[in-house]
Every structure is written in C-alpha cells, then in structure tokens.
C-alpha cells in the first residue's frame, strides 16, 4: 500500500501548528536543508579550499587534545559570551 502524501502533509501541517514558537525557527531552517539540495547552496558561494600549514595542524592538535582532557567551552557560556543567553 502507497503512502497517503496528502494526509503526511497534512499531519506535518498539523504538528507545525502545534510547535511553540521558539521550535518553529528551528523546523523551518530544517525544513529549508532538506529542499534546497548542498549542491546549489555551494554553487552560490563557493568554497575556497586552503592547504592546512603545520603551523594550523599543530594548533587543531593542541585544541583536540585540550578538548579529550575536558578542558573545552561549556555551550552556555559560549552563548552568554555572544548574548544568546534566554
């Protein structure tokens, strides 16, 4: 048996209504990947591709191994620090 897309909308209409609002921006920008295929998002502002120095390695080294001792940023300050704190 096919799946009824007319009632999948209508359902996914149903539980859009019921998201509150601070979900909804979250869903669309969700919903706005799935639609517009990576390949076009990149072919709008393409990206540069940089050779990584040893200079650049030795400091991603350095900041996974900080990370792997617990040493990173918790989330929430991160965002207090960019005034995104509710």
Known sequence: MEPNHT??????HALLDMLPDEKLNAVR???EVMVEPLSRSL???PVEEEEITPETAAALDRARASLSR???IPHDEIRREFGLSN
């Not at 009632?7 to 996914?12: P, Y």
């Open 43 to 45: 072919a709008l502002a």
């Open 70 to 72: 617990g040493e990173g």
């Open 29 to 31: 920008n969700l919903l």
């Open 7 to 12: 009632q999948e909308r209508q359902q996914a």
